[in-house]
């Protein structure tokens, strides 16, 4: 059996509601920056909740061409844009690489969504003659792994992975599992996620599911805080390149992080809600961690799911005490969706872009809008303001409805 292969972190892409490349989006969850908003892209008359975190001007051009960007629904061409930076980033080009070796592996929660609620409104009112005949190909949650693969011409391992919000994080457990195993030198993984639709938003509020902080849109995400309401939803894309070490060495390429190990678990319990006493979670957690060969007092860092809803932060905290025993209370633990909201399949993606920089720029990333302590959610969540600290290892969790978990830990690179 072939010896597990090392795999780092080369590229990074991202686009969210506060930074529209990994730059950016960097910069601003430094800074505690906000990106929830009214919604104005739709009618949002006679909706409970009328805030997301969106992105009022999402402009696929120059990565997309008009003409073919129609053809494409929205979560893939987040997926697309994110994708064209971190194979930048990582300096891949296909033509001078065995493409069969140079994988494609992304989540996504529920796919074209908005591709669906449109051509069923064709279909009511125009006819099934009229219904377009891209709507399959749009619609399909396997069309941005597809298309990105096309766009760069990797034709190694490529599907998509749908587990909710654990879909991003499972794409990376498989593309790291994919390049460790040998079964491909470079994997382009991560997620994207576009629900702010008229039925998507009108779905959650149905599953009372979202804050209805209408009024305050900016500070209606507060993970762990204890006057939470529910999460708010989000769209957006976090792609990542993961690459074999002596592949990424040979090219002299820029290395963020090293990937160590990844858990995935399911709580058998609810098809919504998390299983109270986090034993699934923190089983999670610990596969990770053990399947990296790390101990849990080495974690310096850990990216909650942190969704701002009122059952899974306590549960999350009590996942990370099962976990991590007395180091819990010593872990910095922050939440990305304090600040860009849930991007549901896109969450795992966009969170391990922070958590990699994180690792790699040793600042953590604060949890914003935490004002009022918690007694059942009692860890340091590095409340409101970024904190500088080594982090030598750090781990990053989503938690999706169907009772998924999956968790990836990352180490500083040191050669």
């Given at each position: 059996m072939m010896a597990k292969r090392r795999v780092v972190i080369t590229g990074l892409g991202a686009v969210t509601s506060i930074g529209r490349d990994k730059d950016a989006f960097w910069q601003a969850a430094c800074e505690g920056r906000n990106g929830v908003s009214e919604i104005t892209r739709f009618d949002t008359t006679g909706f409970a909740v009328r805030i997301a975190s969106w992105l009022p001007d999402f402009d696929p051009a120059p990565v997309v061409e008009p003409r073919e960007a129609r053809r494409i629904d929205r979560y893939?061409?987040?997926?697309?844009?994110?994708?064209?930076?971190?194979?930048?980033?990582?300096?891949?080009?296909?033509?001078?690489?065995?493409?069969?070796?140079?994988?494609?592996?992304?989540?996504t929660g529920i796919g074209g969504l908005e591709t669906v609620e449109e051509q069923k409104i064709t279909l009511h009112e125009r006819g099934p003659r009229r219904v377009s005949p891209f709507t399959v190909p749009k619609m399909m949650a396997n069309a941005s792994a597809g298309l990105i693969a096309i766009r760069h011409g990797f034709q190694g391992p490529n599907f998509g992975t749908v587990t909710a919000c654990a879909s991003s994080t499972h794409a990376m457990g498989a593309a790291w599992s994919a390049v460790?195993?040998?079964?491909?030198?470079?994997?382009?993984?991560?997620?994207?996620?576009?629900?702010?639709?008229?039925?998507?938003?009108?779905?959650?509020?149905?599953?009372?599911?979202?804050?209805?902080?209408?009024?305050?849109?900016?500070?209606?995400?507060?993970?762990?805080?204890?006057?939470?309401?529910?999460?708010?939803?989000?769209?957006?894309?976090?792609?990542?390149?993961?690459?074999?070490?002596?592949?990424?060495?040979?090219?002299?390429?820029?290395?963020?992080?090293?990937?160590?190990?990844?858990?995935?678990?399911?709580?058998?319990?609810?098809?919504?809600?998390?299983?109270?006493?986090?034993?699934?979670?923190?089983?999670?957690?610990?596969?990770?961690?053990?399947?990296?060969?790390?101990?849990?007092?080495?974690?310096?860092?850990?990216?909650?799911?942190?969704?701002?809803?009122?059952?899974?932060?306590?549960?999350?905290?009590?996942?990370?005490?099962?976990?991590?025993?007395?180091?819990?209370?010593?872990?910095?633990?922050?939440?990305?969706?304090?600040?860009?909201?849930?991007?549901?399949?896109?969450?795992g993606g966009a969170e391990l872009v922070i958590t990699a920089l994180t690792v790699e720029k040793g600042l953590i990333t604060p949890t914003t809008n935490h004002d009022t302590p918690d007694p059942e959610c009692d860890l340091d969540y590095v409340p409101n303001a970024a904190r500088e600290a080594h982090v030598r290892v750090a781990l990053c969790n989503s938690f999706g409805f169907g009772g998924h978990n999956g968790a990836v830990v990352l180490g500083k690179f040191t050669g």
């Open positions: 893939a061409l987040l997926a697309l844009v994110a994708a064209d930076e971190a194979v930048r980033d990582a300096g891949i080009d296909s033509s001078a690489e065995d493409p069969w070796r140079l994988g494609v592996i992304v989540g460790a195993g040998g079964q491909a030198d470079v994997v382009a993984t991560g997620g994207s996620e576009a629900t702010v639709t008229p039925l998507g938003l009108a779905a959650f509020i149905a599953c009372k599911a979202l804050s209805q902080r209408n009024d305050e849109p900016e500070r209606a995400s507060r993970p762990f805080d204890r006057d939470r309401d529910g999460f708010v939803v989000g769209e957006g894309a976090g792609i990542l390149v993961f690459e074999e070490l002596e592949h990424a060495k040979a090219r002299g390429a820029h290395i963020y992080a090293e990937v160590l190990g990844f858990g995935a678990t399911c709580d058998a319990h609810h098809i919504t809600a998390p299983e109270p006493s986090g034993t699934g979670a923190a089983t999670c957690m610990t596969q990770a961690l053990r399947s990296a060969g790390i101990q849990a007092a080495d974690v310096d860092y850990i990216n909650a799911h942190g969704t701002s809803t009122p059952l899974n932060d306590p549960m999350e905290t009590r996942a990370i005490k099962l976990a991590f025993g007395d180091h819990a209370r010593k872990v910095a633990v922050s939440s990305t969706k304090s600040m860009i909201g849930h991007l549901l399949g896109g969450s």
